[in-house]
Structure formats: structure tokens, C-alpha cells
């Protein structure tokens, strides 16, 4: 999957967690796609493993529809070989379906391929 033309491919694993709220920010569900692997796995909130990409994407247009802002603020990254151990703090901040202004937040805690 080719990333969209104003997205730079992630290349330290440091920066993935910048790079998600990015794309999550500018509400491109192609930009967020770019970040996973083609077989990842991801939980979604009711706890279960989305595995795939098109899996991946029903999950994250989900997310999309908050229309909100998200910050992330890494906590550590400890890379070893090919992969690397992210924790990050976020914020997501959103209007809710009744047009009150909400938030959500809290640790995310992601394993990541690095480049290779």
C-alpha cells in the first residue's frame, strides 16, 4: 500500500506513535492504513483482534467518525532487532453524538516492526 503523497513512511520506531495521531488528525482512513503491515493485528475496544488490513480499516473508520483531535506523547520505545516495545500517553478529544465536546485518553501500549 502506498503511503499518500503528504505522508513520509515511518523509518524509526520512535516516531510511530507522532505518526499515528497525524494521520488520525487528518481524517485520510488511507494515511492511518499506511502504519500497519499487512497482516497486523489489532484490538479493537470490545477486545477483540482485528487481523488484516480490511479488518484494520472497518476498526479505524470507526475512530475516524469521533471527528475529534488526538495528541500522543511517547512514554518509552525500546527497540531490539526488528521490533520495538512503544508505550504512549493520548488524547483524544471529540464532539459527541449529541454535540457535547468529550475526550478520551489514557496508555497504549504497541509493538512495532522496524524498518528494515
Not at 484494520?56 to 520495538?84: V, W
Amino acid at each position: 500500500m502506498k503511503p499518500p503523497a503528504h505522508f513520509n513512511p515511518v523509518m524509526r520506531p520512535e516516531d510511530m506513535n507522532a505518526a499515528f495521531a497525524e494521520a488520525f488528525n487528518s481524517g485520510d482512513i488511507n494515511a492511518l492504513l499506511t502504519l500497519y503491515e499487512p497482516n497486523s493485528i489489532l484490538m479493537n475496544p470490545a477486545g477483540g483482534l482485528d487481523q488484516g488490513i480490511e479488518t484494520i480499516r472497518g476498526t479505524l473508520e470507526d475512530l475516524l467518525q469521533l471527528q475529534g483531535r488526538m495528541t500522543s506523547r511517547n512514554i518509552y520505545c525500546i527497540p531490539f532487532e526488528n521490533i520495538a516495545l512503544l508505550r504512549a500517553q493520548f488524547i483524544l478529544q471529540y464532539t459527541g453524538w449529541e454535540r457535547q465536546p468529550g475526550s478520551g485518553g489514557g496508555t497504549y501500549v504497541r509493538s512495532d516492526k522496524t524498518p528494515n
